[in-house]
């Protein structure tokens, strides 16, 4: 079971990714913005984020940012993003990301890399 956290400005989309794997077995949590992830992180320290990289203030770069300077190489941090990769890959690796997903990512795709990921 891995702890995860969803970032993304689309509750839709952080509430279904965030359902999906708490039916897998993995706890949890969603954070709608930047800030508000960044805070949790003082009460629920994820194994994996995914982090959107457009949102409103602090943007995925910077919460991404914020999370290296806080947790350290811990949690594995995952872009996953509407983005091209050619346009925000080399920004993504310099904020701190492991690794890049384009939206929309596969529900089972993603459940391959989790548990490819988790503890």
Not at 69 to 96: F, N, Y
């Amino acid at each position: 079971m891995a702890k995860i956290l969803f970032v993304d400005d689309s509750r839709d989309n952080a509430d279904s990714l965030a359902t999906f794997f708490k039916l897998l077995g993995h706890e949890t949590e969603v954070a709608y913005d930047g800030d508000t992830a960044v805070e949790l992180t003082s009460k629920f320290t994820p194994d994996i984020a995914f982090i959107d990289i457009q949102m409103p203030m602090l943007d995925g770069f910077d919460t991404a940012k914020e999370f290296r300077s806080r947790l350290g190489d811990k949690p594995v941090l995952i872009a996953l993003t509407g983005q091209e990769w050619a346009k925000t890959g080399d920004e993504a690796g310099r904020a701190g990301f492991d690794g890049f997903l384009q939206k929309p990512a596969q529900a089972s795709a993603l459940a391959k890399l989790v548990d490819s990921l988790a503890p």
